[in-house]
C-alpha cells in the first residue's frame, strides 16, 4: 500500500523558515516522482514542488521559486521541503504526493497523499 506522510509543519514568523518532511513507503521509490502541494482554506490546490529521484528533474511554480527547496534522500525513501523567506500567503496545509506532469493541461497532479501538516505564516 502506497503511504505518504507529511510532517514539520507549524506556526513562523513572515521571513522565516520551515523544513517539512514526507516519508515514502508501500512503493519503490526510484520509480515515482514525489512532490507537495498546498491547499489554503477556500482556494484550490495548488502544487509546489515535483522532484523525480529518477532523473533529478525538479519542478517549482514561480510562487515558491527561489524560496522553496526540495530534496530527495533515497536511503531513507525520504523528501523534504526547505521553506525560507516564508509569506503570510504561503499559510496553508501541505500534503505531499506521488506526482506527475499532466501533458494535456501542463499542470502538475499528485496522487496518494496522506495527512497534511498546516504551515501558518504570520506578518
Known amino acids: 500500500e502506497v503511504q505518504l506522510q507529511a510532517s514539520g509543519g507549524g506556526l513562523v514568523q513572515a521571513g522565516g523558515s520551515l523544513r517539512l518532511s514526507c516519508a515514502a513507503s508501500?512503493?519503490?521509490?526510484?520509480?515515482?516522482?514525489i512532490g507537495w502541494f498546498r491547499q489554503a482554506p477556500g482556494k484550490g490546490r495548488e502544487g509546489v514542488s515535483c522532484i523525480s529521484s529518477s532523473d533529478g528533474s525538479i519542478y517549482y511554480p514561480d510562487s515558491v521559486k527561489g524560496r522553496f527547496t526540495v530534496s530527495s534522500d533515497n536511503a531513507k525513501n525520504t523528501v523534504h521541503l526547505q521553506m525560507n523567506s516564508l509569506k503570510p500567503e504561503d499559510t496553508a496545509v501541505y500534503y505531499c504526493?506521488?506526482?506527475?506532469?499532466?501533458?494535456?493541461?501542463?499542470?502538475?497532479?499528485?496522487?496518494?497523499w496522506g495527512q497534511g501538516t498546516q504551515v501558518t505564516v504570520s506578518s
Open positions: 508501500g512503493f519503490r521509490f526510484d520509480d515515482y516522482a
Open positions: 504526493g506521488v506526482c506527475r506532469l499532466d501533458t494535456g493541461s501542463g499542470e502538475y497532479e499528485y496522487d496518494h
